[in-house]
């Protein structure tokens, strides 16, 4: 549930009066849950025959596994089978906003030849990236913490708890100036720039960075030029008048570069088929989704 929805909720229960009794409701459910697994230090799924683990000895890792995956259960099924299958014949996968590191654990076991780099810009979340890369003794994972942006430097964005986040964006100085909360500064890079210094492009891309992907595929304009990888682009339009861009802006600049898109509009959910949906330059998108984007190279 994104977070416009989750408002418009709010705003219904307000009106029927029983907000209050709904947060308590969720609050003991929640509780309810952390009892039921926080004993649990580790989640283990499989996938396409591999073994996959992450620690969940942290609050936020076993709330983000306990237990919508439990039991076999699959995160982002459509985008994580669409992704495999991707990675199938790729040399080099690029996971921009690795969070916890779901993708590019399973990356490494899939192609174990191959090379992945994961970009995170927390700390917090960095600090179990980093832990989840060597539970699965990723041999061929390069962590880095950085921001991902259209230029070299500096990038700043707010913390509001002590604790990991999976919803950490960069902020404009006009946004950080009006928010309480702490304010954070990380090295910012551009994916031009990191792989040419490794003299490697890569051929599959995920992006999620919370309403700052234009200046991502900004500083990426080589990659996207030479070498056409393919890409996953999860689109926040909720977030784009932050960073003065849009939803327009993204696809007229990957439609110029020769690629077709698609919309993956079931990417929540943790069963079902993989479903795709053409989208044209003129599509109207509301909600965060999911991009899928290929290229006749």
Not at 15 to 43: A, G, M, N
Not at 128 to 143: D, F, G, P, W
Not at 229 to 253: A, D, G, K, M, R
Request: with cysteine; glycine share 4%; proline share 4%.
């Amino acid at each position: 549930m994104n977070s416009a929805t989750r408002r418009k909720i709010n705003k219904l229960l307000r009106k029927l009066r029983v907000y209050k009794t709904w947060v308590k409701y969720q609050t003991w459910r929640k509780d309810k849950i952390q009892e039921k697994y926080r004993h649990i230090h580790e989640f283990e799924a499989v996938i396409n025959g591999s073994v996959v683990k992450f620690s969940t000895a942290d609050d936020y890792s076993n709330r983000w596994f306990f237990p919508r995956y439990f039991g076999g259960k699959m995160h982002e099924r459509s985008v994580t089978e669409l992704l495999l299958k991707s990675l199938r014949q790729a040399e080099c996968f690029a996971d921009v906003g690795a969070n916890l590191g779901w993708y590019t654990c399973l990356a490494s076991k899939h192609m174990p030849a191959g090379q992945i780099y994961s970009f995170e810009m927390d700390t917090l979340n960095f600090d179990i990236l980093r832990k989840n890369v060597a539970l699965n003794n990723c041999q061929n994972v390069e962590t880095i913490l950085a921001a991902v942006s259209e230029k070299a430097g500096t990038a700043r964005y707010l913390r509001y708890f002590d604790r990991p986040d999976p919803t950490f964006r960069l902020m404009t100085d006009k946004e950080a100036s009006s928010q309480k909360a702490t304010l954070i500064s990380v090295p910012a890079i551009t994916l031009d720039t990191f792989f040419q210094s490794r003299n490697i492009m890569p051929d599959v891309i995920k992006i999620d960075v919370e309403g700052a992907e234009m200046q991502v595929l900004k500083g990426m304009a080589g990659i996207l030029r030479e070498a056409k990888p393919v890409l996953y682009l999860e689109v926040h339009p909720w977030n784009f008048p932050v960073f003065n861009t849009s939803i327009e802006e993204i696809l007229n600049l990957l439609t110029t570069e020769g690629y077709t898109i698609f919309d993956i509009p079931n990417m929540r959910s943790a069963k079902g088929r993989i479903v795709l949906r053409k989208i044209h330059p003129k599509t109207r998108l509301t909600r965060n989704t999911m991009l899928y984007a290929t290229s006749a190279k």
